[in-house]
């Protein structure tokens, strides 16, 4: 948390912590993080594999709904991302 708020130098409160993983051939479901739309959330997804190979997939796909945009990140190995 330290890290992370020094990264973005702004203070976060911790809601709660969970780890998610998948075998291959095995794909999640869109879904929101934050349910309460009078709270702003933000999620912070660190990626702890030791490496990956592009060929395998695996991305997280972002929706912004307001634009209707969608972005896509592989799970680059000690990446994260706060959206």
Not at 61 to 67: A, G, K, P, V
Not at 68 to 83: A, C, E, K, M, W
Request: proline share 5%; aromatic share 16%; charged share 20%.
């Amino acid at each position: 948390m330290e890290k992370i708020e020094k990264t973005f130098n702004k203070k976060f409160k911790l809601h709660g912590v969970y780890a998610n993983g998948q075998t291959y051939g095995l794909s999640g479901k869109m879904h929101k993080d934050n349910l309460y739309k009078e709270v702003i959330d933000k999620t912070f997804l660190y990626y702890v594999g030791p490496r990956w190979n592009p060929e395998w997939g695996g991305h997280t796909i972002f929706h912004e709904t307001e634009t209707n945009q969608i972005y896509s990140q592989l799970p680059t190995p000690n990446l994260g991302v706060l959206f």
